[in-house]
């Protein structure tokens, strides 16, 4: 997601700094290169070395190591992410002041800049502190957290610097490509379920990656996207509207009370289809339970092709086998614009896990194949389809 970009790591005195090796490992893992720079108070948590070790460039820390360091490594950089930030930091970096090499770069760099506040509660909530802060973000500047939870003083409450992948993903979200920006895109994920009592339902082993895929790589390309979802484990993406369901008949609620005015509807959901035709509010008795009589749910995805207007729409034919003719149909049928066919009885394009093997038919009813690949990356091609980017 990051390859080619060059991103500077501003590392200050918090002990979250210990954190920061893993943030440059994980950026260098998305194919980004990283230049860090420390101060000095930030050096007493993270041996520069350290840094030079996981990084493999020169962890910068003095001011007059070269007369124009200061210049060129903001000149180099795409995007300067500052995690930790302190107050100290802070507050100069609202004032303008430059007295070491990281709050110089700040003055010269022009690019993105992304900061991790990283202290106790208490100065968090400082008034001084939080009207920097505004006047920061005034700048452009994007702040990312403080999370609420345990600080390492063993105080609770807002301080604690963001998690890694958190901080990662603001990165990726920054510099990706805003060719979606001002679309509103409707995705489902997961599963339904539907009540059979109080303690049983009928559902299926969908997870909701690749619905969750699909919200975040639309968000990350600047799209209005809601995500409305049934159970599941996965972490949902930020900066989405987020509607959970449970049953069938609420998901096709959420959807078509939001089509009108939506660009694109993605149906990745795994709905049920059937559902007890009168869920108990007990608990049944086993020998009841073989005499269980089910009904069908609601066809959310032939509703919504019958009411898309002009919003695109897109399908999902999860089989045992690529059975292209049945996905036709299904295209055909439910009035799609596009149809994502899968074999789930694979074991590394089915449910529950990260990659996706994936063809697509659109409505002229031409077919293209894509190899495996992680569902993010499906995630895209799904969408360069969908609003015409690709072929």
């Known amino acids: 997601m990051l390859k080619g970009k060059r991103i500077l790591l501003g590392i200050t005195g918090s002990i979250a700094a210990y954190k920061t090796p893993d943030i440059a490992r994980r950026l260098i893992e998305q194919g980004a290169s990283i230049q860090t720079v420390i101060t000095e108070a930030g050096s007493k948590f993270i041996p520069p070395y350290t840094l030079e070790a996981v990084t493999g460039t020169t962890a910068h820390r003095d001011l007059f190591e070269d007369p124009f360091s200061h210049l060129e490594l903001a000149k180099t950089s795409d995007l300067f992410l500052i995690a930790p930030a302190t107050a100290n930091t802070i507050n ?4 303008g002041i430059a007295d070491n090499l990281l709050s110089t770069l700040m003055l010269s760099f022009e690019g993105p800049v ?3 506040p990283a202290m106790n509660c208490r100065m968090y909530r ?26 390492a003083c063993g105080d609770e409450g807002e301080g604690r610097m963001s998690e890694t992948a958190v901080l990662v993903e603001s990165v990726v979200h920054t510099l990706a490509e805003k060719d979606l920006k001002g679309k509103k895109v409707i995705v489902t994920a997961g599963p339904t379920r539907e009540s059979i009592d109080v303690a049983r339902y009928i559902s299926n082993r969908s997870s909701g990656k690749m619905g969750y895929a699909i ?6 390309r600047g799209a209005e996207v809601t995500l409305i979802t049934g159970p599941s484990s996965e972490r949902p993406p930020q900066r989405v509207e987020l509607h959970p369901v449970e049953t069938a008949g609420e998901m096709e609620k959420a959807v078509l009370t939001r089509l009108k005015k939506a660009d694109a509807l993605i149906m990745a959901a795994a709905v049920s289809d059937i559902s007890p035709a009168r869920p108990e509010q007990g608990k049944l008795d086993k020998k009841v339970i073989l005499d269980l009589k089910l009904k069908k749910t609601a066809d959310i995805l032939k509703k919504a092709g019958e009411r898309k207007g002009e919003a695109v729409l897109v399908g999902f034919a999860a089989e045992s086998g690529m059975d292209i003719r ?12 596009l149809i994502v066919l899968n074999d789930i009885s694979k074991k590394d394009s089915g449910f529950d896990v990260d990659t996706n093997e994936i063809s697509i038919i659109d409505r002229k009813g031409n077919l293209s194949e894509y190899p495996l690949m992680q569902k993010i990356e499906a995630a895209d091609i799904i969408l360069d389809r969908l609003f015409n980017r690709q072929p």
């Open 92 to 95: 100069k970096l609202s004032c």
């Open 114 to 116: 992304l900061v991790a």
């Open 126 to 151: 400082n008034p001084v502190v939080q009207k920097s802060i505004k006047k920061i973000e005034k700048r452009g500047v994007i702040f990312v957290g403080p999370e609420k939870g345990t600080l």
């Open 215 to 220: 919200a975040l790589a639309a968000t990350r």
């Open 326 to 337: 049945s996905a036709k149909e299904k295209l055909k049928n439910k009035n799609l614009d």
